[in-house]
């Protein structure tokens, strides 16, 4: 029987096992991004359920030490500095004494590590090993074969992957990506989507400004890989084609000065508006503004802005890359391949039905599809599966390393080894037990005094009205 038939199966009737579970990324909070908000609200349902969650990331700024979040979500932003981009300079050897001492402290049982390109998801990942704990990677992004960085990522990642214990992907594109790159078995993958609170991001039709015009809403990273070329090929045939069309473009990336300049070059001051970088609060104000919400995406492997887009309401055109087929039904999206063209038309076929799009309905549709309570219950039952499994031999392990290749296999081996070493001389100058434990927040208590709060100021505003 294949395990992953068991994620739809009910939970079992006796008591749950509640878990100590570390989420690991360099990307969280206050960068805003798919990953980040992944990973909190998963956090946050998972503590609902019972979980002992914690998160670890990198220092953001003078971000460093332990912070507590919303319903006391423990956050470590380890003191290291990005080195390219928002990953940090991979330690090897040397980080392997703070990631040991904050596993051991917080009593963690399952390391769940997201994003391959994260240097302390890697890192961190060795040293939960040898520490015996249970680890799962999460992958949200679809990556190539042929350029050297995905080869050398995708050689890293079978040797990382190779000494996992599960892996989890946001859709079916992702999961065959994963599996054919880091040429592990199917079978150990599970296909989880991403989610949106729909309460979050309801409807407003009332709030769609300006008015009498058909407006197009873009909110995305202006980069190359979220095909602002084609964007900025878009908008001066549609505007042309329909007068009534008016974009709203939200966003900041090193493609910005292009879509400055085919502004300036058409003259459409008055048809396109930059809004420049959007706070994830003020994501939804801006949201509710369109009649129609326009991804120009190269690659995606979920896309969770077109799911919030259409719980506002909006009808969705999309390029048909990676896994954005799989996210919407078709009554709510129309699809086009990533071609100037293809888009125009799909974009014009979209604008024709703007006035009579069913925004409440939209919003119903997404809300029974998405939540984030249900990809909790879903991912608990890979945690379930990966405990209730015998963990691999040390023999075993070996020779799964070794499989990543002659070469790469002996060095990953020697890497291994190397942790293996470190890890048992830290035990000897070190003891786990000589390491305070640290007090969990009182979740449940917080939720009870929360509550009685809550309905102590409800009684206050019925007195006062």
């Keep these: 029987m294949d395990l992953r038939d068991n994620l739809n199966l009910p939970s079992s009737a006796s008591k749950k096992r509640t ?6 990324s360099d990307f969280f909070y206050p960068s805003i991004g798919g990953v980040e908000m992944h990973q909190y609200q998963l956090a946050q349902c998972l503590m609902e359920m019972g979980h002992r969650v914690i998160i670890v990331t990198k220092a953001y700024n003078n971000r460093k030490g332990v912070r507590y979040l919303s319903n006391g979500l423990k ?4 003191p290291y500095h990005p080195a390219l981009d928002t990953v940090i300079m991979p330690g090897l050897l040397f ?5 040991r001492k904050v596993l051991i402290r917080e009593q963690i049982e399952i390391l769940h590590w997201h994003q391959a390109t994260s240097s302390l998801g890697h890192e961190i990942q060795w040293v939960a090993k040898g520490l015996g704990l249970r680890v799962i990677y999460s992958d949200h992004s679809l990556f190539g074969f042929g350029d050297a960085a995905s080869i050398n990522l995708n050689k890293e990642m079978k040797i990382i992957l190779s000494d996992s214990d599960a892996a989890i992907c946001v859709s079916y594109t992702c999961k065959e990506n994963l599996a054919l790159r880091a040429q592990i078995d199917p ?12 309460t979050k991001f309801t409807p407003d039709p009332s709030r769609r400004f300006p008015l ?23 908008i001066p045939s549609i505007c042309k084609a329909f007068p009534e069309a008016y974009f709203i473009i939200g966003g900041d990336g090193p493609k910005r000065y292009l879509v400055e300049e085919m502004r300036d070059k058409y003259r459409l001051h008055n048809r396109v508006e930059m809004l420049g970088s959007i706070p994830y609060e003020k994501v939804r104000d801006v949201l509710v503004r369109g009649h129609i919400f326009l991804n120009t995406s190269l690659t995606e492997s979920f896309c969770t802005a077109i799911v919030e887009a259409a719980s506002c309401g909006l009808l969705v055109v999309s390029t048909n890359v990676g896994g954005v087929p799989e996210v919407l039904p078709p009554e709510m999206r129309y699809l086009a391949p990533p071609k100037k063209d293809d888009l125009i038309l799909a974009l014009k076929q979209a604008l024709e039905q703007a006035h009579n799009v069913p925004s409440h309905k939209f ?9 984030w309570h249900h990809v909790a219950i879903r991912t608990e039952k890979v945690y379930n599966m990966v405990m209730a499994s015998k963990p691999n031999p040390l023999l075993l392990r070996v020779r799964m390393i070794l499989s990543a290749g002659p070469w790469v296999g002996i060095f990953a081996l020697l890497l291994f080894a190397m942790f293996y070493i470190v890890l048992k001389i830290l035990d000897k100058i070190v003891p786990a037990e000589k390491i305070d434990k640290a007090v969990d927040f009182p979740y449940e208590t917080y939720k009870y005094s929360r509550h009685l709060l809550n309905h102590h100021l409800d009684l206050k505003g019925d007195k006062k009205s």
């Design 363 to 371: 919003h119903e549709m997404v809300k029974d599809m998405y939540s």
């Design 187 to 198: 079978q150990m993958i599970f296909t989880i989507p991403n989610a949106v609170d729909s």
């Design 212 to 234: 009498n015009t058909k407006n197009i809403v873009v909110l995305s990273r202006l980069a190359y890989r979220k095909g602002i070329d084609l964007l900025v090929d878009i």
């Design 95 to 99: 980080h392997a004494p703070l990631y």
């Design 19 to 24: 878990y100590r579970i570390c989420f690991a």
């Design 75 to 78: 956050v470590y932003y380890l």
